[in-house]
């Protein structure tokens, strides 16, 4: 019962990372994009005024830093779930 619990606030805690490295990308996005490019942020890539290039390349970028956000935050909770089931495993055979 207690290692479904563990999964449960693992899942929990990597879910809360997921949003987190999401707010950080839509954060750090906007601040690439004007020192790479020079040009003012795009709030609406959808806006028709915004040239069809720039809304692409704004969207790879998004898509890239949340990316990687995600697969850190998912390594990490590799790594943590992997330590503690091998101390799960050490207090278990003494």
Do not use: F, H
């Not at 999401?22 to 040009?39: D, M």
């Amino acid at each position: 019962m207690a290692g479904r619990s563990n999964e449960l606030a693992g899942q929990a805690v990597q879910m809360i990372g997921w949003v987190a490295a999401a707010a950080l990308a839509r954060k750090l996005v906007p601040i690439v994009w004007v020192a790479a490019t020079g040009k003012p942020d795009i709030d609406d890539p959808a806006d028709p005024d915004v040239d069809t290039r720039d809304a692409i390349v704004y969207a790879v970028l998004t898509a890239v830093a949340v990316s990687v956000g995600r697969t850190l935050v998912n390594r990490q909770a590799t790594a943590l779930k992997q330590r503690g089931s091998t101390a799960t495993k050490a207090v278990a055979s003494t």
